[in-house]
């Protein structure tokens, strides 16, 4: 049987969820995930955890606080002015506590997301660019279907 190695092409069914079950991404009732081992798809502390294991295993993997995203850093908090707001999105957008909002990054090539976490008076947005479960434990559950 393959054996899950560095590089390694996945097909896979899994499940994230936070130290209260929350799931936060969940693919057993559709299609499998498929990804590369190293393109940063996945944490590289979850990689490792699955580095050896076999074509057709299904186990739990939990990871402590921080272990699979970071810890919560600060300075990823941001204020954005509503005047670029606007010139990144909807001039009519309502932003909401809560809300996550898709930002392009500078190449334009990609995108990262924020979530609001407070709205001023002026429009001002504070937005939170730390992911959701940076410094928290997160709960992966795998099954690998396929290991190439």
Not at 11 to 21: F, I, V
Not at 35 to 62: F, M
Request: no cysteine.
């Amino acid at each position: 049987m393959p054996h899950v190695q560095p590089g390694s092409f996945l097909t896979l069914h899994y499940r994230m969820s936070d130290a209260q079950g929350q799931v936060i991404i969940d693919t057993f009732n559709g299609q499998p995930a498929t990804l590369s081992l190293g393109t940063g798809e996945l944490s590289p502390a979850i990689e490792q955890r699955l580095i050896g294991l076999e074509e057709g295993t299904r186990t739990v993997i939990d990871l402590a606080p921080g272990e699979a995203f970071g810890e919560r850093q600060p300075e990823m908090q941001q204020w954005v002015a509503r005047k670029l707001l606007n010139e990144l999105g909807d001039p009519a957008e309502q932003y909401a506590v809560g809300d996550v909002v898709q930002f392009p990054t500078p190449d334009g090539a990609g995108s990262y997301a924020g979530a609001v976490r407070e709205v001023r008076a002026d429009g001002a947005v504070l937005f939170d660019f730390n992911h959701p479960l940076a410094g928290q434990p997160v709960r992966f559950e795998v099954q690998l279907i396929g290991v190439l």
